[in-house]
């Protein structure tokens, strides 16, 4: 019996089946779902994202810059590979229609009042699924008070994450008497990376911070911290990525800028560019009115 759509049909049979690698360091075991997943957040052509993190008051409040998401932040979203954020702020600020996928705050209790490493699992994971977040973030907090039970929250997430094909970013938090050197974060990344985390979110360090990206098996991005003049943040992420973070994920140093649109742009430059610093600068500068070469507020 000859089928309804005829007979004119190629198999290619001299052409072998395409089997290419996933793009993301350490993720080429993943689930079809947790890949594409990745693959949102992570551009495949550059193996790198440009995160816009907003999640800051989840536990210190109406942080400066973030006083009226929607007024200050919705202009950003569409530049950023992913959008850092509460549930709360998704829901209530940020639009469903945004095409900007989503890595969700995943844990959360104590306030700035409180021991911040007394943190508990913040969210259901059908919640995430049924907000279609791209992941889920959760601080670590290796040496800290609670480290033992902040871990065992990433775990968790990491079980419930593989069930639902979501990813778990594991965020290393610093404690008042750690340093922020290249031991620590090799430390604590490579413990997000043993027991689960797809992908890790840590702060730069000036010295051997190459170390810490080879001794993690999955990407690293790098966390922006507190406010620096645009050159030196831009500076910072450049460092970064060329010695193997596979992106950023920056607040304060984007919308506490005088112009967080123009600086957005120009850590874009950085980050899948390649640009310099230098170079990245004015297109920061170009943004805020200012003459080329002219300083800016930092
Ligand atoms: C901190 O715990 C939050 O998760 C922030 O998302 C993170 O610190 C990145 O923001 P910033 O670049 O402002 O440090």
Redesign the pocket.
Known sequence: MPEADGDAKNFYTDVPQANDGFFLKGSGSLDWGMSNRLARVFRPQTGRTVML????G??QGP?TGLERVDVSILPLVPLADAL?CTRGILRSVVPPSTRTPVVM?ASGGPSILKELSDEQIAIDIEDAARLNVAAL?V?VFIGGEHETQSVHNMTRLVDLGLRFGIPVMG?T?VGKQLTRDAKYLRLACRICAELGAQFV?T?YCDEDFETVTSSCPVPIVM?????LPELDALTMAHHAVVEGAAG?????????SDSPEGMMRAVIAVVHEGARPEDALEIYRSSTGAPSGQSTRS
Do not use: C, E, L, S
């Open positions: 993190a907003i999640d800051h989840y536990f942080t850092m705050r973030a601080q965020v938090a979110k702060y966390a922006g911290g507190k406010k950023v994920d920056m607040g304060r140093n984007i919308f506490q």
